[in-house]
């Protein structure tokens, strides 16, 4: 069909007998009225449009379905249309300010999540701050000023400065994106100022020091020793079974914290882990998504690779560590309160990066091995820090903690052996 034969007279008749196209839509063009048409779509829906030029560029705004708006009042529609943009009004735009200044904070946190390719963790994280402005959800973005961010920060400060500061992170990054996902047509921006900047104006943002919380070396040895003991019925005093269980993962949850040491992996990272992520012929395992979104291969040192491969042979689930996320919290209560010592999973990552630079790694190895973004720096660009390369690395970085925490003893045949603790016995060659 061409553009000539969609030019047709506008009648009631007419209309009802134009033809529906088999896929999409098709338009249709008054004779009488310039720019009056009519869209159909292959569902048989049909809606009146209008096609003009406003302030130079050309627009198609709908005026209404037919059926639920006769031709005759599609065409008063039409006529007070082009007599409003006469006069210099632009129709388009003040549809678009009616409909845009009307949406909520909760609207945009759905349009956020909704554009932005985001892992789960943190979607989980947005969810979860955006509860702090659980009062604002139904409130316009365009309502939301400088002075009650700058009095919710506060109020949030009172419970944690580094979650007021993170609740007030996304909630800019969710103005911003919304001031842009639902801007005018001609560009300009829904928020013409985003509110929380007055946090920095007005230097409001809460100091919160860089946390650097990790195992000393003389700290290895207890921690360990303890974590390794956590799938054995703790001491206690009769009567007090039920306030000292035996955890029924203690075993899983020490591979677990081992397997954080070892490699400096983040938490979520270790626990996704699949075994078809895990290669024990090549002894390297992968991490394909990881935080930086550029897939991570670390080699494995011996001792890793002993507690990777007894676990495969035992192993019927696709996770290598399947079912341990809430037991986390209760494995490292339980080493504290036997040891003193409280470190969280991210703090084994530092613990490796720590040891690493006291060993004399690299600095681009130690980058490689923590997966870190080396942007800006052009000699790493030319660097190519393979898993093989990074093997002696880890390989080092491991023997020094097995040492530290007692566990290996140099045999005069240049082997180095795994202490007898409880099943966690291995042989590696030196």
Same mark, same amino acid.
């Given at each position: 069909?061409?553009?000539?034969?969609?030019?047709?007279?506008?009648?009631?008749?007419?209309?009802?007998?134009?033809?529906?196209?088999?896929?999409?839509?098709?338009?249709?063009?008054?004779?009488?009225?310039?720019?009056?048409?009519?869209?159909?779509?292959?569902?048989?829906?049909?809606?009146?449009?209008?096609?003009?030029?406003?302030?130079?560029?050309?627009?198609?705004?709908?005026?209404?379905?037919?059926?639920a708006?006769?031709?005759?009042?599609? $065409?008063?529609?039409?006529?007070?249309?082009?007599?409003?943009? %006469? *006069?210099? @009004? &632009?129709? /388009? =735009?003040?549809? !678009?300010? +009616?409909?845009?200044?009307?949406?909520?904070?909760?609207?945009?946190?759905?349009?956020?999540?909704?554009?932005?390719?985001?892992?789960?963790?943190?979607?989980?994280?947005?969810?979860?701050?955006m509860? $702090?402005?659980?009062?604002?959800?139904?409130k316009?973005?365009? %309502? *939301?000023? @400088? &002075?009650? /961010? =700058?009095?919710? !920060?506060? +109020?949030?400060?009172?419970?944690?400065?580094?979650?007021?500061?993170?609740?007030?992170?996304?909630?800019?990054?969710?103005?911003?994106?919304?001031?842009?996902?639902?801007?005018?047509?001609?560009?300009r921006?829904l928020?013409?100022?985003?509110?929380?900047?007055?946090?920095?104006?007005?230097?409001?943002?809460?100091?919160?020091?860089?946390?650097?919380?990790?195992?000393?070396?003389?700290?290895?040895?207890?921690?360990?020793?303890?974590?390794?003991?956590?799938g054995e019925?703790?001491?206690?005093?009769?009567?007090?079974?039920?306030?000292?269980?035996?955890?029924?993962?203690?075993?899983?949850?020490?591979?677990?914290?081992?397997?954080?040491?070892?490699?400096?992996?983040?938490?979520?990272?270790?626990?996704?882990?699949?075994?078809?992520?895990?290669d024990?012929?090549?002894?390297?395992?992968?991490?394909?998504?990881?935080?930086?979104?550029?897939?991570?291969?670390?080699?494995?040192?011996?001792?890793?690779?002993?507690?990777?491969?007894?676990?495969?042979?035992?192993?019927?689930?696709?996770?290598?560590?399947?079912?341990?996320d809430?037991?986390?919290?209760?494995?490292?209560?339980?080493?504290?309160?036997e040891?003193?010592?409280?470190v969280?999973?991210?703090?084994?990552?530092?613990t490796?990066?720590?040891?690493?630079?006291?060993?004399?790694?690299?600095?681009?190895?130690?980058?490689?091995?923590?997966?870190?973004?080396?942007?800006?720096?052009?000699?790493?660009?030319?660097?190519?820090?393979?898993?093989?390369?990074?093997?002696?690395?880890?390989?080092?970085?491991?023997d020094?903690?097995?040492?530290?925490?007692?566990?290996?003893?140099?045999?005069?045949?240049?082997?180095?052996?795994?202490?007898?603790?409880?099943?966690?016995?291995?042989?590696?060659?030196?």
């Open positions: 069909m061409s553009q000539k034969d969609n030019i047709v007279r506008f009648t009631k008749s007419k209309i009802d007998s134009l033809p529906i196209p088999e896929k999409g839509d098709a338009v249709f063009w008054d004779s009488e009225a310039k720019g009056f048409g009519l869209r159909v779509w292959s569902s048989g829906k049909k809606v009146f449009i209008y096609k003009t030029r406003i302030k130079g560029r050309q627009v198609k705004m709908n005026i209404g379905t037919y059926g708006m006769t031709l005759d009042a599609a $065409r008063k529609a039409l006529t007070k249309l082009a007599g409003e943009i %006469a *006069i210099g @009004r &632009d129709p /388009v =735009a003040d549809r !678009h300010e +009616e409909k845009v200044t009307g949406v909520t904070l909760g609207q945009a946190v759905e349009r956020y999540l909704e554009d932005r390719d985001l892992k789960p963790r943190t979607v989980r994280d947005v969810l979860d701050c509860k $702090r402005f659980s009062e604002w959800e139904g316009p973005i365009s %309502a *939301i000023t @400088r &002075d009650i /961010v =700058a009095r919710k !920060h506060k +109020e949030l400060g009172k419970i944690s400065h580094a979650r007021a500061n993170l609740a007030m992170r996304y909630l800019k990054a969710i103005l911003n994106h919304a001031s842009e996902a639902f801007a005018y047509p001609d560009g921006p928020l013409p100022d985003n509110p929380v900047k007055i946090l920095s104006v007005g230097k409001a943002w809460f100091h919160v020091g860089r946390k650097r919380t990790y195992l000393r070396h003389h700290e290895l040895k207890p921690w360990i020793a303890a974590i390794l003991s956590l019925a703790p001491e206690r005093e009769p009567g007090t079974g039920n306030q000292h269980r035996k955890l029924k993962a203690g075993d899983d949850l020490a591979d677990l914290f081992m397997t954080l040491l070892l490699t400096g992996l983040r938490r979520n990272e270790a626990l996704g882990l699949k075994w078809a992520d895990v024990l012929k090549w002894q390297a395992l992968t991490i394909p998504d990881p935080k930086n979104r550029q897939p991570h291969t670390l080699p494995l040192g011996k001792h890793l690779f002993s507690i990777l491969a007894r676990r495969k042979k035992m192993s019927d689930t696709d996770l290598v560590f399947e079912g341990l809430n037991c986390i919290r209760y494995g490292l209560a339980r080493v504290e309160k040891t003193g010592i409280r969280t999973p991210h703090d084994l990552r530092r490796f990066s720590t040891i690493a630079e006291s060993l004399d790694i690299p600095a681009y190895a130690l980058k490689a091995l923590l997966n870190h973004k080396t942007s800006g720096d052009v000699t790493a660009g030319y660097i190519q820090m393979t898993p093989d390369r990074l093997r002696a690395p880890m390989q080092k970085i491991e020094f903690i097995l040492a530290e925490a007692g566990l290996t003893d140099q045999g005069d045949n240049g082997t180095s052996k795994v202490l007898d603790f409880p099943g966690k016995i291995a042989v590696v060659a030196a």
